[in-house]
């Protein structure tokens, strides 16, 4: 029996023969392995190693989020109420400078590293920095201590500059290193806080970098909004400036979110006239809240932040927002009997919703160095707590908006009804070819072009319709009983009905705003029903169909109706069709004039008509008659106005 070969337990094995040590200068053989090989990384030295485990790469958003790290440290000396004034300025040489009137970081030597500057140390140590704990700043952005030490460590040149006590004070680094060590530049007055000077380094991001004006002009304004109690300062050398980038701004907006938002949706419809916006807490302090939200035909889309950091991603505090919004108009729909509500999803209440959300919290997790997304779980209480009241006295203050509002999300509802029940045909058709209706009587040619679908009422007429029909390129869909009519029907009634699932699976081109034309599997639609006052109604439900679900279908061309005969004329070898008793007293009076006996036959429908008969008067393109469905009115008129215009042209 072999001996167990693992690490505990095994039997003692044999000691391996030592090797003899290589020739100095000899290549060590591949598997050697030893002290030399590990290698030491020390100060920024592992920031321009691995740069995108700290900024996430390397690419332009990586190269603009150096400015994010900056500029939040001065809106951090901002919102703990030291700073009133924020400048950026942005030169033609690629320089970004940024400076604040705040307290200027401390310059005197650090107690755990003798002889070394404090403003030096913040720069050139990974993890140092005054936001810890909630001594120096009660909310801030920058909770790692890396930001402005990795963009130190990613920029050729940096120079920062403090004025503390009426005394300026200079520093300089290159990637990471100091340069020039802090000097005392001497006495200044009215002037206090820090301001940093940078130029991102070619190695790193590549020699065609660059920062876009229009990039860092709206990131400067944006913080304005998220911050009513500061002034943010812009500039840029003339060459940079352009229509949308001014060489000089100044940003104060103590509205807040409020005006981000108005400017935001300026020009577009809206579904609710007033934006829902509002504050809670103290601006700036832990659990702080700020909101605006608007109801547009716009794109929509959240904007949020969590201590004016910007959070693409989302997190927690955007779940709290989604379970304000979602429970206090359901609540709001119980509230007026309104029934409809019960399947909305944050979702359906988010469509068309463009939504500003800022929150402040003590000591926030991020998910990544990047802080792309909050992952600090009260947030979500904490919004939630904030947003809920507030919704429901702005529904209930506003009846009339309120309504709109609910009418709005409840039809988005039934639209995601509708397309999953669309999704689940489109599905189960991939795992299975391409599966069809049961009752439909498909042609043998797969090309659309040329391909006819005629829709027949019930099986009688189905079966009538499949022996006179051309099996190469006419194809026959029973329909059982009348379709349901959709001018008046819920999405939920319509997902549910069998008829209508059926139709759109032959079809196979999807409904709506899924309408593809290029997935259409035929040429021609025929609906074909009864020439009597049943018929007509069942081809006006279809009509209806089409033109709410498919109107494409009928710009396109696609839209015919059959005209089947109600009586077959006959006297002696002559044989005609009358369509109606209109047309059989015309015919009559103009066509059977002659001696001999007239035989007349009114057909029951079109299951009794002998599939031969049906053929030569309905089916075959050489002698039937079609008329082609178009639509003869605006398409801002009502459904039933075009519609009934519509029969009144087609069945006069």
């Given at each position: ?491 939920d009634k319509l997902a549910a009905n069998q008829l209508i699932a059926d139709l759109v699976q032959a079809l196979g081109c ?49 839209l015919y109706l059959a005209m089947p005969p109600l009586y077959r004329i006959s006297q002696g070898g002559k044989t005609l ?76």
């Amino acid at each position: 029996m072999s001996q167990p070969d693992d690490l505990f337990g095994g039997a003692p094995q044999p000691k391996p023969a030592l090797a003899k040590p290589a020739a100095r200068g000899s290549v060590p053989p591949p598997d050697s392995y030893s002290a030399a090989d590990i290698e030491v990384l020390e100060g920024l030295e592992p920031v321009r190693r691995r740069p995108g485990m700290y900024i996430g790469g390397t690419d332009a958003n990586a190269y603009h989020h150096l400015y994010a790290e900056v500029i939040d440290n001065s809106m951090d000396e901002a919102i703990a109420g030291h700073a009133t004034r924020i400048e950026v300025h942005l030169g033609a040489d690629g320089y970004l400078t940024i400076g604040d009137n705040g307290r200027g970081i401390p310059v005197e030597k650090h107690p755990k590293f003798p002889g070394r500057s404090t403003l030096e140390i913040v720069h050139t140590v990974l993890h140092a920095g005054g936001k810890f704990d909630s001594k120096a700043y009660e909310t801030s952005g920058g909770l790692h201590g890396v930001g402005v030490s990795v963009v130190n460590a990613l920029s050729d040149d940096m120079v920062v500059e403090v004025a503390r006590e009426q005394q300026l004070y200079r520093i300089v680094f290159s990637r990471g290193k100091v340069v020039q060590d802090v000097e005392n530049i001497g006495r200044v007055q009215n002037r206090r806080g820090t301001t940093t000077r940078f130029h991102p380094d070619p190695e790193i991001f590549g020699p065609t970098a660059h920062f876009s004006p229009g990039r860092i002009f709206r990131m400067t304004r944006a913080k304005a909004y998220l911050f009513g109690g500061v002034e943010l300062r812009w500039s840029c050398d003339e060459s940079l400036a352009s229509d949308d980038v001014p060489a000089k701004a100044v940003f104060h907006y103590p509205g807040g979110l409020r005006d981000f938002m108005a400017a935001r949706i300026e020009g577009e419809t809206r579904i609710t006239d007033e934006i829902f916006s509002g504050k809670s807490g103290k601006p700036g302090s832990h659990a702080s809240v700020e909101w605006a939200i608007a109801w547009t035909l716009g794109d929509g889309g959240m904007s949020s932040y969590c201590n004016t950091v910007p959070t693409p991603d989302g997190g927690t505090h955007e779940a709290g927002l989604r379970m304000a919004l979602l429970r206090g108009l359901k609540n709001y729909a119980e509230l007026t009997k309104n029934k409809g509500a019960a399947s909305l999803t944050a979702e359906d209440v988010l469509t068309s919703c463009s939504a500003m959300l800022s929150v402040f919290v003590r000591e926030p997790e991020f998910a990544g160095q990047t802080k792309d997304k909050l992952a600090s779980g009260e947030a979500t209480r904490i919004v939630d707590t904030a947003l809920r009241d507030a919704f429901d006295h702005w529904l209930a203050a506003s009846p009339q908006q309120a309504g709109k509002l609910l009418d709005w999300a409840i039809d988005r509802a039934e639209e995601r009804l509708r397309r999953r029940k669309e999704k689940e045909i489109d599905r189960a058709s991939a795992t299975r070819k391409l599966r069809l209706p049961g009752k439909l009587a498909d042609c043998t040619q797969n090309a659309a072009q040329g391909a006819e679908l005629f829709i027949v009422e019930g099986d009688s007429a189905g079966g009538s319709a499949k022996q006179a029909r051309n099996r190469s390129n006419q194809a026959v869909l029973p329909l059982r009983g009348k379709i349901l009519n959709v001018a008046g029907a819920s999405r939920d009634k319509l997902a549910a009905n069998q008829l209508i699932a059926d139709l759109v699976q032959a079809l196979g081109c999807g409904t709506r705003d899924r309408y593809t034309e290029d997935e259409l599997r035929y040429d021609k639609i025929i609906i074909m029903t009864d020439a009597d006052v049943d018929g007509a109604h069942i081809a006006s439900l279809l009509i209806t169909f089409f033109f709410q679900e498919m109107p494409r279908l009928i710009e396109n061309g696609h839209l015919y109706l059959a005209m089947p005969p109600l009586y077959r004329i006959s006297q002696g070898g002559k044989t005609l069709y009358a369509r109606d008793d209109a047309h059989r007293a015309e015919l009559m009076a103009t066509e059977f004039t002659g001696k001999g006996k007239i035989e007349t036959t009114r057909f029951k429908g079109l299951g009794e008509m002998p599939f031969a008969h049906l053929r030569e008067t309905t089916m075959s393109p050489k002698s039937r008659t079609l008329l082609q469905v178009k639509i003869l009115d605006d398409r801002d008129a009502t459904l039933n106005k075009v519609f009934l215009k519509s029969l009144k042209h087609i069945f006069q």
